[in-house]
């Protein structure tokens, strides 16, 4: 089953059968939701899904804008001070997190970036592949959340060649109706598109790419510098806030810094 195609009515109808509580964000915390992602990984797209389709009210967006752009700045400061690079799934898992808690709808996104430089740069593209050489986690990851499309707070701080962060803003937060289409340079290394037969390739494109008929990819100009968001999975990191301890801020492990940055300073969002 393609959990990211059912409409929001299929989407309750299945949670209500299966006694899952849809009501605040989160609900993939559920015992049942778990047991049901460990019978069928792709369970986990149905949140994805109910999150990109609910409708929210004018009064919700305004206030999770809010809430969005304040998070963005109290953790940039600390990845600024830490300077750690490359932990874009770690950082988005931890936003999603305490989204969560602020009553926030979101989700985590992996998948591809592509980077295009102003012409004084003379810097190459930059691509974030999610079909490449190696081992990773995720080719990047930022998080989903209505009224944004993309909030990355890593952009800057990834294992680039040269100097390519001096083009680049030092979070993104980012907001589109326009639809990007993604190519096949966008997602798959080019060792690997030589190496395999053109029709596989294509057939596996149009099968990954599926996802982004409704969380779908976005691309902006930042200071002359052109990004393009290309979504291909969701994912939640399988610790809740309070038991993360792979990542710092502050030199205080997640739940630490929200509770002396965030829990008594943000106030929850009630409207829906």
Request: aromatic letters at 14%; one cysteine or more.
């Amino acid at each position: 089953m393609e959990y990211i195609e059912l409409s929001l009515t299929e989407i309750e109808e299945l949670l209500i059968k299966k006694k899952i509580p849809f009501y605040t964000p989160g609900f993939y915390d559920h015992k049942t939701f778990i047991n049901e992602e460990k019978k069928d990984p792709k369970f986990l797209e149905l949140y994805a899904a109910y999150v990109n389709k609910r409708s929210y009210s004018n009064q919700y967006l305004e206030q999770t804008e809010q809430i969005i752009k304040e998070i963005c700045k109290l953790f940039y400061n600390s990845i600024r001070k830490n300077s750690t690079l490359g932990a874009c799934v770690d950082v988005s898992t931890v936003i999603s997190r305490i989204l969560d808690k602020l009553g926030v709808w979101n989700c985590v996104i992996k998948g591809s970036l592509t980077i295009n430089y102003p012409n004084e740069a003379n810097l190459p593209q930059t691509h974030f592949w999610a079909i490449d050489t190696g081992d990773f986690i995720a080719p990047h990851a930022w998080v989903y959340a209505p009224p944004f499309n993309v909030i990355d707070l890593t952009i800057k701080y990834q294992h680039y060649k040269k100097n390519e962060a001096d083009y680049l803003p030092n979070y993104f937060i980012g907001k589109s109706i326009k639809r990007h289409h993604p190519e096949i340079t966008d997602i798959y290394n080019p060792i690997i598109v030589k190496g395999n037969d053109k029709n596989l390739i294509e057939n596996h494109f149009n099968q990954i790419t599926n996802f982004q008929k409704y969380i779908y990819s976005t691309g902006y100009i930042n200071d002359g510098t052109k990004l393009k968001f290309i979504p291909i999975a969701t994912g939640i990191s399988d610790e809740s806030l309070e038991k993360i301890q792979n990542i710092k801020f502050d030199n205080l492990y997640p739940y630490d810094f929200f509770k002396n940055n965030i829990l008594h300073k943000i106030k929850p969002i009630e409207t829906r």
